[in-house]
């Protein structure tokens, strides 16, 4: 389970990044690949668009502050 929160987290990670290249550069990680016609980065941005659901539903349970404040 800790392996997935990493390999999602790291998709979280890049797709904020692929968000932040847009919004300043108008400039696309997935442009690299082909763009949207081609298979290869749509593959990508399904991955870290399930990586970003798996961490908004296992949130709770991998974070360690969140963790903490249900004990207190």
């Given at each position: 389970m800790k392996n997935m929160h990493y390999a999602a987290f790291l998709l979280v990670?890049?797709?904020?990044?692929?968000?932040?290249?847009?919004?300043?550069f108008r400039w696309d990680i997935g442009a690299l690949?082909?763009?949207?016609?081609?298979?290869?980065p749509r593959l990508i941005y399904?991955?870290?668009?399930?990586?970003?659901?798996?961490?908004?539903?296992?949130?709770?349970?991998?974070?360690k502050i969140c963790a903490t404040e249900e004990k207190k």
């Amino acid at each position: 389970m800790k392996n997935m929160h990493y390999a999602a987290f790291l998709l979280v990670i890049i797709g904020g990044l692929n968000w932040l290249f847009v919004g300043l550069f108008r400039w696309d990680i997935g442009a690299l690949f082909g763009g949207q016609g081609v298979w290869f980065p749509r593959l990508i941005y399904i991955l870290i668009g399930a990586a970003a659901v798996y961490e908004f539903a296992a949130h709770k349970q991998n974070c360690k502050i969140c963790a903490t404040e249900e004990k207190k």
